[in-house]
C-alpha cells in the first residue's frame, strides 16, 4: 500500500512537471466556437493536437504546438508571443485516468493546478459513422454546459479533446448544447516520437484552480490595462468602458469549476 502511495505521488509530480511527452498517436481537431454571448455572435475557428499514448494524453492548441517546439529548437524568441503563434488558447492539459493536469501563462507568469478526472457519461443508443468510423452518441454534464459526444470503439485509446476522456474509444466529435464549442477531428494516425516541447512551463506555480478560473474574463475587464498606454482621458474612458462589456460578454467553454 505504501508502496503504491510513493508510485503514485512521484507520477503525479512527473507528469505535473514534465517537459517531454512520450507520442504514440497524435489526433488533431477543429474547433469551431463563439467567444461571445451575444446574438450573431462571430464563429471563429482553431486548431489542436491530442498526443496520446497508452496510459495518458496531451492536448494543445496547434499554434502553441508549433510555436514551444520552435523555441524548445531556438528557432523563435521565448518572447516571441504574438504574431503567426498567437492563440487566446493557451492551456497546456494533461490527462491520465486519475487526474487532469493544466499549465497556462497568465500575466507573464506560469501557473498550474489540477483537478479530479471523474467526468461520467450516459451512453446513448444512438449511432453515426464520421469518416470511415462507426461513432456511438454519449451525453454528460460538465463545467457548466450539457456536451454532447461521439465517440468510435474502433479507435481503442478513452481520451478527447480538451478535458474530455473516459469512454470507450477516441472521441471524434464533442460539442455542447448550444453549440457555442464544437470539436470535431480532421486528422488521425500514428506518429511515435518524443514531444520533447509538450509542457514549456514547467516552473509553474501551482495554485488552486478558483484563484485562477475565468482567468481570461479579468484579464479583458482590466481597468488598468491601458494605462500606461494611453494618455488622453476621454479615450481612457472610453476603451474601459468597451473593455467591461467586453468582459461581461466573454464566453469561456468552462462556466462553472466543476
Given amino acids: 500500500m505504501k508502496k503504491n502511495l510513493i508510485f503514485f505521488i512521484l507520477l503525479s509530480l512527473k507528469l505535473i512537471s514534465q517537459t517531454s511527452f512520450n507520442v504514440i498517436y497524435e489526433a488533431d481537431y477543429k474547433l469551431q466556437y463563439k467567444m461571445l454571448n451575444i ?33 524548445y529548437e531556438k528557432k523563435l524568441d521565448d518572447n516571441s508571443s504574438n504574431g503567426k503563434y498567437f492563440t487566446p488558447f493557451r492551456e497546456n492539459i494533461g490527462t491520465t485516468d486519475g487526474k487532469i493536469y493544466v499549465t497556462v501563462p497568465i500575466s507573464y507568469k506560469n501557473f498550474k493546478y489540477e483537478e479530479t478526472n471523474d467526468i461520467t457519461w450516459n451512453l446513448i443508443n444512438e449511432y453515426k459513422t464520421i469518416g470511415k468510423y462507426k461513432t456511438q452518441k454519449a451525453t454528460t454534464k460538465k463545467y457548466g454546459r450539457t456536451w454532447i459526444a461521439w465517440f468510435a470503439k474502433d479507435i481503442p485509446f478513452p481520451f478527447g479533446p480538451y478535458k474530455f476522456n473516459k469512454l470507450p474509444g477516441l472521441i471524434l466529435e464533442v460539442y455542447d448544447e448550444k453549440n457555442d464549442y464544437h470539436y470535431t477531428l480532421y486528422k488521425f494516425g500514428k506518429r511515435k516520437y518524443l514531444c520533447k516541447s509538450a509542457n514549456m512551463n514547467t516552473g509553474a506555480t501551482l495554485v488552486e484552480k478558483s484563484r485562477i478560473f475565468d482567468y481570461q474574463r479579468k484579464e479583458i475587464g482590466d481597468q488598468n490595462q491601458f494605462n500606461d498606454v494611453i494618455e488622453d482621458k476621454e479615450t481612457l474612458n472610453m476603451l474601459r468602458k468597451k473593455s467591461a462589456e467586453r468582459a461581461k460578454q466573454f464566453n469561456p467553454i468552462e462556466l462553472s469549476i466543476y
Fill in 39 to 71: 446574438n450573431n455572435a462571430k464563429l471563429e475557428e482553431a486548431a489542436f493536437a491530442l498526443l496520446i499514448n497508452e496510459k495518458e494524453s496531451y492536448f494543445k492548441n496547434m499554434n502553441k504546438y508549433v510555436g514551444d517546439s520552435l523555441r
